[in-house]
């Protein structure tokens, strides 16, 4: 059992391995094919997975498990053990290990953090066969996201480090941190071919926001019609849907978190339309906005309707000093018609 626990980062990434090259493989494989796409989805979310739990074990095997009071080496070897989920495991490496994942990655422009999250998302449609519908393109779009993950976590903390420089399992990290670069490559090159084709319909749009589906900036907000995003055309997707996928996925809010610390749900009633998407907090490309306290800029939206593209910017709008609404006067004109009408 000793001997077993003690090579558990070697057998972890030897299995981690297994999955990445079956994951690269069935990537070459899928240009068209949705079954294919959602296979090699599945086998990069849990590579990833299995490598983020050998990079803990370096630190104790311990760490990798749910529950560390309940630590059963036997269990553990057994499979029987309830281990960390991706999440967990990102966060017991940053607070233990010191690993930069919550940094932001300058090849995507998003943390390592946030493409882990990303991939899992993904996984979690594809075990749930829910491509039905959607683009082949914007699939391998995020797939590129979880290679880039993967070449930078390789890179950094196994190429040299940890029972990968003295088991043989070094040649397999730098066999596969080729495979998976040659691959990223012929994937991003389809995604800029892509969004070439799309570079006239996206001028056509007001801002642009990054599309909770696909992860592109290519969620269009415009005057008068409503968000969409035509790089992976969202099947059945409405502006309700879009705008709290948004504020979960993009913005990364709880509504639950958010109510229960005592937080206002930044999801308003439009003053142009009326329809409750007006969406507070978005993030248009090119612009950084605050999450909570507005110090933008003049220029910059903070408040975009997903229903009928209004947009307004910091000073624009403000709530009615008598029901509370959002709109851009003191009073808002329905209670102004009732004190008239009073």
């Known amino acids: 059992m000793a001997s077993d626990i003690t090579r558990l980062e070697e057998d972890l990434t030897r299995n981690a391995l297994g999955f990445l090259r079956r994951a690269i493989s069935q990537i070459k494989k899928a240009r068209v094919d949705r079954q294919e796409l959602a296979f090699a989805v599945v086998d990069l979310a849990v590579s990833v997975e299995v490598l983020l739990k050998a990079r803990l074990s370096r630190e104790h095997w311990t760490l990798i498990l749910k529950d560390v009071n309940k630590a059963d080496a036997r269990a553990l070897m057994n499979g029987e053990s309830l281990t960390v989920t991706p999440s967990d495991a990102v966060e017991r490496l940053v607070r233990i290990s010191q690993l930069p994942l919550k940094e932001t990655d300058s090849r995507t422009n998003k943390s390592h953090a946030g493409q882990v999250d990303e991939l899992v998302r993904l996984r979690n449609r594809a075990a749930h066969f829910n491509f039905e519908g959607a683009d082949p393109v914007s699939i391998r779009g995020t797939l590129a ?156 939206y903070r408040w975009g309707c997903f229903a009928c593209g209004y947009l307004a910017r910091v000073d624009d709008l403000m709530r009615c000093d008598r029901c509370g609404r959002l709109n851009e006067h003191p009073t808002c004109p329905d209670c102004f018609a009732n004190l008239l009408a009073d």
């Not at 979880?146 to 070449?151: C, R």
């Not at 990223?184 to 319909?201: K, T």
């Not at 993009?250 to 109510?259: K, N, Q, T, W």
């Open 145 to 300: 996201v979880g290679l880039n993950f993967v070449l930078w976590f390789l890179d950094q903390e196994f190429r040299s480090q940890g029972q990968a420089e003295f088991s043989g399992v070094r040649q397999m990290v730098e066999e596969l941190i080729e495979d998976a670069a040659r691959e990223l490559g012929g994937i991003e090159e389809l995604v800029r071919e892509r969004l070439a084709s799309l570079a006239d319909e996206l001028a056509e749009a007001d801002i642009l926001l990054e599309c909770p589906r696909c992860t592109q900036f290519t969620l269009m907000i415009g005057e008068g019609v409503e968000a969409r995003c035509p790089f992976c055309r969202a099947p059945g997707a409405n502006a309700e849907d879009i705008a709290g996928n948004y504020l979960e996925e993009i913005l990364g809010l709880s509504a639950y978190e958010v109510i229960k610390n005592g937080g206002d749900w930044p999801l308003h009633d439009c003053p142009n339309c009326g329809a409750e998407t007006l969406v507070e907090g978005i993030q248009p490309e090119g612009q950084q906005v605050a999450a909570e306290v507005p110090h933008e800029g003049e220029s910059d």
